[in-house]
């Protein structure tokens, strides 16, 4: 019935166009005010490409379909756990669409309303899961009381990898922006001499996942977070990427054939990206070599987080295998 509208409507495009001769043509629609602030939006190189022609009869009916809806599902953590790898692949799937910035809208730009928010957001078909994520939600002590004034029923996942490799990866990021930043091992102790751990750093703060986990559980049910193993997402991402789907409700579309194994990079790839029908690997930022640490350093953070990790174990009833 679809196609059969469909084709009367292009079939009618220009012999139809007479009839609007009798009186004066619409004049076009103003664009909405942006809000205060709010940025232009702009479409994506792939988006630009896969869109229909926009002068024809039937590319005016797709370009209209869809509506802007918050989000159903957030990726709220944690930085440097592998979120970017979750995201991308995600957006392989035909029921998901996500932003690709990161919004920060629940802990940096929460003063510019829901309204702002949703105007970010891809537009949606019936049945299709809006997304975003940013991981700094998860360390935000604001954020899990905004998700849940936005809507309780949102779905919340949270990309954990060993808090140790995790410090070490985030401080090689800083490092490669702010190359004369003190060591890793001088950052680590507040006093190395007696060895007492530094949790001010926000590279070792963040890796107290049960102390950020308590804070959300105040406010959501541990059933809707989901705990995504960001060392599994690298060794079997379709086995993980399974999970995330039955999660969220989606059929498993995303399998063993979307992936290959790049070994430059130390991480899977896809073998085609959302939109493209080329391979597509995370940018030269993702698989950055870390530097040498003190090895007595690194032995003596697995000591400060192991009771930490053992109670996020037993919070998510979870062994992630860490120690």
Known sequence: ???????????????????????????????????PGEPAEESSLEEQRAAPD??????????????????????????????RALLEFLRVHPDVRAVGAEP??????????LAWYRDLMPKT??????????????????APARISSMSKGTKLIVVVRDPVTRAISDYTQTLSK????????????KNR???????????????????????????FPIGQILFVSGERLISDPAGELGRVQDFLGLKRIITDKHFYFNKTKGFPCLKKAEGSSKPH?????????????????????????????????????????WD
């Open 178 to 189: 702010k190359p004369d930043i003190p060591t890793f091992e001088s950052l680590t102790f």
């Open 104 to 113: 920060h809208f629940f802990d940096r730009n929460y003063e510019r309303g």
């Open 1 to 35: 019935m679809l196609f059969l509208w469909l084709y009367m409507f292009y079939s009618c495009a220009g012999s139809c166009a007479g009839l609007t001769t009798r009186g004066s043509p619409a004049p076009p629609r103003a664009a909405p005010p942006l809000l």
């Open 54 to 83: 926009a002068g024809s009869p039937i590319s005016s009916f797709f370009n209209g379909s869809g509506t802007k809806r918050l989000p159903q599902a957030i990726i709220i953590g944690v930085k440097k756990g592998g979120t």
């Open 125 to 142: 078909l019936e049945g299709q899961i809006t997304m975003e994520k940013t991981p700094s939600y998860f360390v935000t002590k604001e």
């Open 193 to 219: 001499t007696t060895g007492l751990i530094d949790t001010s750093w926000s590279a070792i703060q963040i890796g107290i996942y049960a102390k950020h986990l308590e804070n959300w559980l105040l406010h």
């Open 281 to 321: 690997c995370l940018g030269k930022t993702k698989g950055r070599t870390h530097p040498d640490i003190d090895q007595e350093v690194v032995r003596r953070l697995r000591d400060f987080y192991r009771p930490f990790n053992m109670k996020f174990y037993q919070m998510t009833g979870q062994d992630f295998g």
